[in-house]
């Protein structure tokens, strides 16, 4: 590109070039100042000659045509260097003025990547930058050490009112006033002047001034004076002034009053006038004064001789150092090189200004004139660059000047920055972004903040044009100028900056960065009172997780004081602080399925339903009959919208995290609802589309403001909550509607701290609505309820119902149930989930004491509950209420239920309550749901043992091991029963101490001994008498409180018990059931005494079909000199079976080992299978004289007696029939004998009526211990 | 000494920053690592500028900035490791090494089952091993 | 000596996770399978490549990436080199091995080695033999693709085994 087209080219055709110094006399001015004008702001417009088109012929011989020129006019008083102060005053001005430009767009969005790429590279910095460039630039004008700001010309005015303005004339140019760059000698005083005669046609004829002017001719010489009439227009006109001025008006000419006495001759005069001066007389006084200095230098210094002699001479070492080297005056051959090249540059001859450039720099680097030196490296580089060749050298040369300026510190500094400057548009117009951008950061190092701010974002730009495209580096660059903008308080500026920089960082997630930008981007904002987009932007960073304690902090304090100092309370869509967890919503409404508390909401729906199966009538049947009576029922065809009822709570379950570290306050959490009174299936339909979309309600602001407002429809409840750092909580949100209609849930809302209103709408994707089963109807969030007409409703509880209780632990609770509404409900029914723990009591336990009621000697009319009862009875209890019970409306009811701790471990409880509406609504039923969980402590570990007796038929020894398991209760053992009428239990006749062993302590454990008897088959006679009963006290106080076991609650209990306890009844003959009934030993004898009853079922007794016991003299006296003594004695046999038995008796004489062969011989004559005995039912049944037996057969190696009559015997017993077997011993020595060496194997033989299980079918019995004594007989 | 080391993955998102410095200037690090991808991006997309070094992990410095230097590593799977330091004339010999460690310590960090790839590093074994790398930055000592 | 215990065991693991995930936890399903392992296959790979690229020059093009694969990245695997490489120069790529280790255990006869055949028996599987195979080769697959996408390069492989143990990985790189 055409270096003169570029920008850089034209700011130097138009800044460097020849000045002319202005010298007016005050009437001149006062001339001037009739139209509004000064005389300098009257000719600059004219001094800019597009087309001057004049043939210059420099140093060389073939001249060319110079085509745009400009002059610089300037008053004589302005030469001067300027002080920073004012200068960057000024500077200061420009970018502030622009201010007031930026502040629309900032209220626009930031912009994105692609609209600033796509804007035009000018476009891209603001274009105030460039005057600011230049403003710059400005600064350095008129500096010592270089000649292009030296005036070329001095043009001095004298008005023709002036009193001789000859002699004016002189004094105008006289030293004392001439700036000091003439008096210092820097510059040559010799410059051309021009003379110039100013008239005033109001001030009368021009005849005056032709005089002046021919006198001045006649002394000041012919052609340097000139005459110049302005205010020929008679009057002031403000009008036709403007279409005059037109064409000049682009040249920064402003009259400032409207007053303006020139008219278009006058301005046609002075053109004339400017356009003469330039070509007549500066132009050809510079090429003149360049041929002169050329010739000069090329006698002093061109040719080989001069160069050494230049070299020798200025090896001399009296070289002052100073920073801008020796003094140089305008006579010294350096400073006319200089001129000699800036009159080249500025007619354009850059071949000639370039060479003497090259010249001058090494006179200047071996004089070390520093700054000198840079300058013309700098104007050098510049000619590279209009010449527009070898970009490598003029690269060079900037770098030179640019680092030299540096180097010799704060005097070069500015001028480093006008290097650089002009560097960076060198660089640019060749398309050399980045190095551009690096120039003007560098440059930026240098300046004060403002420029610094000025000259990054500059920096920014051209990263942002260079090629890859650098959006990194702009972000960053654009952030440093916000920065220092901030620094220098230009707000607007820093936000502009900022926001331009905000796209960068929205990709990837450099959070850090991103939230620096947002909240200083919104701080800002707020300083400016831009407060909703400072809160819009501050948004962005307040719910920041990642960051520290104190940045959160300093986050939402900014962000809520600018909310505050808004005044308004602000509506924010999706506010992040707090989370509102969305997963977790959970929509609970209640439309048959009516629940005690929460916590029963949550038991899954499949649990409820496979309790609740038998007691409600099948869902379908309900959903058709109430589904007919709604007028329109086409919405809920498919199920789409589920049921809730007018005046009962819909309820909303939603998990809320605080992302921060710090606590923060919510208060006002409540939801957003829409109550659409009519019925129509349209609208509902509408309302789903509206809700499944919600951006468009977004968009639709307003109408939250609606929803909040109808609140004649629908109650919303309100929670106030706080939330620690990173807590989370799961609140529960409410709405009740009041009325008939589809009531939808659509958002909630919350305000922050009671600044900052947030709202967030349900997502609810239609498809989720697919009907799924009721369980899924209550998991998926459908936010459409159909709200149906007001229903009874009954609440209700058990009171008091422990949650920790110890195993066996007997209570009487009530259940109360509540109707709130007017009407009534009919046919109440209850069904528990484990009817072993909780059993509904009968209408009459209401009013009973406990546990008074459960004594003997209550007669309440006991309900005996039947023995049979159904298996399904113990997995779910179904209990009808007694039909004529009616709960009227806002009646309470109570029920009594019984409780019992049966088994230790945590159990969850579920009952569902089913009742009618006496009225015809639309839905027939309700249930109530309620669970609770008790923890089941174990407490008393029973368990029994029981073995024959061997001393009586048909009485066992029953063994009873207590282990107290508790930690550190005490328990008081209160009463053993037995359950059924068939057996009797009774203390051992020997031992009363028994009752002793009242208490328990913690972690002890007793085993105690009864004694049962049958008293089923025979009833003895003490069966009569209470001495033994079925019941046996243990506690002292006598049989008065014995509790009734027979009857409900224990009876009910001991049922499940039984059921659960795994066996089922079978025979009563084998198996039997105790109920140990203890009390807590209270530590406080305050709480009412505890009833423990521990049931344990199935006690095995010995599996043996039949008992034996012999009978016969326990002492005999005999003389045995005569003969050895016989005894006689017998077995009795009994067979408590109901089969036929055939059974031997095998009696074994001496010891053990020829004991055990017996069977080996007997098993000729019995059937076989008698081997498969198995030890382990004997050891059940008769471990008391396992223990003794062994020792007492190793104790005696032979035995000093022998069964005599038969070694075996074999009997056949009916059923429930007794045999007696003979058997006789003779005995050799007297003693004391233990006939117990014998065997009793039996075998069943089963009726076809029964079958008998295997462990019973045969068995082998050994002999009970049967002493006799037999002594020595006197002669 | 070093001031920063950071590990950016392959979509220039930051998977590991870690500052070394006792002042807050975690902002200005995370903007000059920030800046260095540029460099980065620019060497690979047109490396003809250096072009005996065309393909090599190690990228050199990236860019000096007014008191900082970045040194940039890239790895085969387009991984960027960066390093910025303040010492004045860093041997290339020993960012090369000290990249090489970093580049082992980040391969056992990244063959942890439980790191997810493209997330950030959060192991702290990590983190511990860097630190001694960075200590014994300079010092010919190996870790 | 050890690493040939180490490998032997590898071979077992590799067997058995392949068993695992077709026999007992998507038995049902074995495309759901074939994720899964080709999902595990994908993260080993993508690791293995971040170790053993660790210092080489980046690649220049796809080419070279392959190579690397076939060469250096197989014999730190396999101990030995891909044996044949055939591409199109269209983006697709074909990876011949001829004894790949992991199918030397595997016979598509359960009567013969039956001890071997029992990772992939078919009863096992309930599957049939050849498709039990190509449950054995989806792992390598997702080795080959982690790798691949972890250098840069999207792709899709997929396997197939003409006669045993040989067998051809098939490389499509996605523009």
């Not at chain 1, 987009?533 to 920041?544: D, G, M, Q, T």
Request: charged share 20%.
């Amino acid at each position: 590109m055409d270096p003169l087209r570029s920008y850089l080219g034209r700011l130097l055709l138009e800044d460097i070039t020849p000045v002319v110094m202005v010298l007016t006399t005050p009437l001149a001015e006062a001339a001037c100042r009739r139209s509004g004008l000064s005389f300098v702001d009257m000719l600059s417009p004219f001094s800019l000659f597009k087309k001057i088109d004049v043939p210059v012929r420099t140093a060389s011989d073939q001249p060319y045509r110079l085509q745009m020129f400009k002059i610089r006019m300037v008053y004589a008083s302005d030469i001067h260097k300027q002080d920073h102060e004012v200068a960057d005053e000024r500077i200061k001005l420009v970018v502030s003025e622009a201010n007031e430009k930026t502040l629309p767009d900032l209220l626009a969005d930031p912009p994105q990547l692609e609209d600033v790429v796509n804007k035009p590279e000018a476009e891209l910095c603001p274009l105030w930058t460039k005057r600011f460039n230049r403003e710059l630039i400005r600064t350095l004008s008129f500096s010592d050490h270089e000649t292009f700001d030296h005036p070329v010309a001095c043009l001095l005015v004298v008005s023709s009112k002036d009193k001789e303005p000859i002699s004016k004339f002189a004094d105008l140019f006289n030293t004392n006033q001439l700036p000091s760059l003439l008096n210092e000698g820097i510059m040559d005083p010799q410059i051309l002047k021009h003379y110039l005669v100013l008239h005033d046609q109001q001030d009368g004829p021009q005849e005056i001034a032709v005089n002046i002017l021919a006198e001045m001719r006649s002394t000041l010489g012919l052609n340097d004076c000139k005459l110049l009439c302005i205010n020929s227009s008679a009057q002031a006109h403000g009008s036709d002034a403007d279409n005059s001025w037109l064409p000049y008006k682009a040249h920064g000419l402003h009259n400032h009053e409207g007053a303006c006495f020139l008219n278009t001759d006058d301005l046609n005069e002075i053109k004339d006038f400017m356009q003469d001066f330039a070509s007549n007389h500066i132009i050809p006084y510079m090429e003149q004064k360049i041929r002169v200095l050329n010739q000069q230098v090329a006698t002093t210094r061109k040719g080989f001789r001069n160069q050494i002699k230049n070299l020798w001479w200025r090896k001399r070492d009296d070289v002052p150092e100073a920073a801008n080297g020796p003094m140089y005056t305008f006579t010294s051959i350096e400073s006319q090189i200089r001129v000699l090249g800036d009159y080249a540059f500025m007619l354009r001859d850059y071949e000639l200004a370039l060479s003497n450039y090259r010249l001058l720099s090494t006179d200047y680097k071996l004089d070390k004139a520093w700054k000198r030196f840079a300058g013309v490296q700098e104007m050098s580089g510049l000619c590279y660059f209009m010449l527009d060749q070898s970009r490598k050298d003029a690269e060079y040369c900037m770098e030179n000047a640019f680092s030299t300026y540096l180097r010799i510190g704060s005097s070069g500094q500015r001028n480093a920055t006008r290097c650089g400057l002009w560097w960076a548009e060198m660089l640019t117009t060749r398309g050399q972004h980045r190095e551009a951008s690096s120039v003007y950061f560098r440059i930026s190092n240098e300046e004060p903040s403002l420029h610094s701010a000025v000259l990054l974002e500059q920096a920014a730009c051209c990263y942002l044009l260079s090629s890859p495209r650098m959006l990194r580096k702009y972000g960053f660059h654009l952030i440093l100028a916000g920065n220092s903008y901030y620094l220098s308080d230009q707000k607007q500026h820093a936000v502009r900056a900022y926001r331009n920089a905000l796209f960068v960082y929205k990709q990837n997630p450099w959070s850090y960065i991103n939230n620096h930008v947002h909240y200083n981007v919104g701080r800002w904002y707020g300083v400016l009172g831009i407060f909703d987009v400072a809160i819009k932007h501050l948004l962005e960073v307040v719910a920041c997780s990642h960051q520290s304690l104190t940045t959160q902090s300093m986050f939402l304090n900014d962000f809520f004081h600018f909310v505050q100092s808004t005044g308004k309370k602000f509506d924010v869509y999706k506010l992040q602080l707090p989370v509102f967890n969305m997963s977790s919503l959970r929509v609970v409404h209640e439309d048959h399925r009516t629940y005690a508390s929460n916590a029963d909401v949550d038991v899954s729906e499949s649990i409820w339903q496979e309790l609740e199966e038998e007691m409600i009538p099948s869902s379908s049947v309900v959903r058709t009959n109430w589904l007919d009576t709604q007028p329109k029922s086409s919405p809920f065809k498919n199920n789409k919208a589920s049921v809730c009822v007018a005046g009962e709570a819909v309820k909303l379950n939603v998990e809320v995290k605080n992302p921060l570290q710090i606590s923060v306050n919510v208060s006002g959490i409540s939801l957003i609802c829409q109550l659409s009174t009519t019925m129509d299936a349209s609208s509902a339909e509408k309302g789903t589309l509206s809700a499944a979309t919600e951006e468009d309600i977004a968009t639709t602001k307003p109408s939250i403001l609606t929803f909040k407002s109808d609140e004649n429809n629908f109650t919303v409840s309100s929670l106030d909550i706080v939330l620690g750092g990173g807590e989370t909580k799961r609140i529960q949100l409410e709405v009740t509607p009041k009325v008939i209609g589809i009531l939808k849930l659509v958002g909630i809302r919350w305000t922050l701290s009671d600044s900052v209103v947030g709202y967030q709408y349900f997502e609810v994707s239609t498809q989720k609505k697919t009907k799924k089963g009721k369980r899924g109807a209550h998991r998926s969030l459908n936010n459409i309820l159909i709200v149906i007409k007001a229903l009874p409703k009954l609440t209700g509880y058990i009171d008091c119902l422990p949650t920790k209780a110890f195993t066996g632990d007997l209570q009487l609770l009530t259940l109360n149930l509540r109707n709130q509404s007017e009407h009534a409900v009919k046919n109440v029914k209850m069904k528990i989930s484990h009817p072993r723990f909780v059993i509904p009591g009968g209408s009459s336990d209401l009013d009973l004491e406990f546990p008074q009621c459960l004594r003997k000697h209550v007669q309440s009319d006991s309900n005996v509950v039947s023995s049979k009862s159904t298996k399904e009875k113990f997995k779910g209890f179904l209990f009808a209420f007694p039909q004529d019970i009616k709960i009227q409306g806002g009646a309470t009811f109570s029920w009594p239920i019984w409780f019992h701790a049966a088994t230790p471990g945590n159990l969850s409880l579920y009952l569902s309550l089913y009742y009618e509406m006496e009225s015809t609504t639309d839905i027939p039923y309700r249930t109530l749901r309620t669970h609770y969980n008790v923890e089941v402590l174990p407490s008393l570990d029973v368990s029994f043992a029981v073995s024959m007796c061997s001393s009586r038929l048909q009485e066992y020894i029953v063994r009873m091991d207590i282990m107290n398991r508790t930690l550190s209760e005490s328990f008081a053992l209160h009463q053993l029963s037995c359950v059924g009428t068939k057996w009797a239990v009774s203390t051992l006749p020997s031992c009363d101490s028994i009752s002793l062993v009242e208490t328990i302590p913690a972690n002890q454990s007793v085993s105690c001994f009864f004694k049962i008897k049958d008293i089923g088959t025979n009833s003895c006679a003490e069966a009569a008498d209470g001495s033994c009963g079925s019941d046996m006290v243990l506690s002292p106080g006598g049989s008065t409180d014995v509790f009734h076991i027979s009857q409900s609650p224990i009876a009910d209990f001991h049922y499940q018990e039984r059921y659960h306890q795994g066996k089922l009844a079978k025979g009563p003959s084998s198996l039997l059931d105790f109920i140990l009934i203890a009390k807590a030993v209270a530590a406080n004898s305050s709480k009412s005494e505890q009833l423990l009853s521990h049931h344990t079922c199935q006690v095995a007794l010995s599996q043996n079909p039949i008992w034996w016991l012999m009978e016969g003299p326990r002492t005999i006296t005999h003389d045995f000199s005569k003969s050895c003594c016989e005894a006689n004695i017998q077995l009795v046999i009994h067979n408590s079976s109901e089969h036929n038995i055939s059974l031997g008796v095998v009696t074994s004489d001496g010891t053990l080992e020829k004991n055990q062969t017996i069977p080996s011989h007997e098993s000729a004559s019995g059937p076989g299978g008698w081997y498969d005995v198995s030890l382990e039912n004997d050891v059940k049944a008769i471990t008391s004289m396992k223990g003794t037996h062994p020792q007492k057969q190793s104790s005696e190696s032979i035995s000093p007696f022998v069964w005599c009559s038969l070694s075996s015997a074999q009997v056949d017993l009916k059923p429930n029939s007794s045999a007696k077997i003979p058997l006789k011993v003779c005995i050799f020595a007297p003693g004391t004998y233990n006939f117990s060496n014998y065997e009793l194997h039996w075998k069943v033989h089963p009726s076809e009526a029964g079958q008998v299980d295997d462990n019973g079918r045969s068995g082998v019995g050994q002999g009970y211990p049967f002493y006799v004594t037999v002594l020595q007989g006197a002669r | 000494m070093i001031v920063c080391v950071a590990v950016v993955g392959h979509q220039n998102n930051p998977l590991y920053l870690q500052s070394f410095t006792e002042a807050d200037d975690a902002l200005k690090l995370h903007h000059v690592v920030h800046c260095s991808l540029d460099v980065i991006d620019e060497r690979v997309n047109n490396p003809k500028r250096n072009a005996p070094t065309l393909n090599e992990t190690f990228l050199g410095l990236l860019y000096p900035t007014e008191n900082y230097k970045v040194y940039g590593y890239l790895t085969n799977t387009k991984v960027k490791f960066l390093m910025v330091t303040t010492d004045l004339d860093v041997k290339d010999a020993d960012a090369r090494n000290f990249f090489r460690k970093f580049h082992a310590a980040y391969v056992d960090a990244v063959s942890n089952p439980f790191h997810v790839p493209g997330k950030k590093i959060a192991s702290r074994s990590f983190g511990a091993r860097v630190s001694t790398i960075v200590k014994s930055f300079g010092s010919g000592t190996t870790v | 000596m050890g690493r040939e215990v180490a490998g032997s065991c590898l071979d077992g693991v590799v067997m058995e996770m392949v068993s695992a995930y077709c026999g007992r936890f998507y038995a049902a399903k074995p495309e759901l399978a074939a994720g899964r392992i080709e999902a595990i296959g994908f993260q080993v790979g993508h690791q293995l490549s971040e170790r053993y690229t660790m210092d080489r020059p980046r690649f220049t093009d796809h080419l070279e990436a392959i190579k690397f694969i076939c060469k250096d990245f197989w014999s730190e695997l396999f101990k030995k080199q891909i044996d044949n490489l055939k591409t199109n120069h269209r983006g697709t790529f074909v990876l011949q091995d001829n004894c790949f280790p992991w199918l030397t255990h595997v016979s598509l006869d359960p009567s013969m080695e039956s001890t071997d055949a029992t990772e992939s028996d078919p009863a096992l599987l309930g599957d049939t033999a050849a498709q039990t195979t190509s449950m054995l080769l989806y792992f390598p697959c997702g080795i080959i693709r982690g790798a691949l996408t972890n250098l840069g390069i999207p792709c899709a492989v997929s396997a197939d085994m003409s006669n045993l143990p040989a067998c051809s990985f098939v490389v499509r790189i996605k523009t």
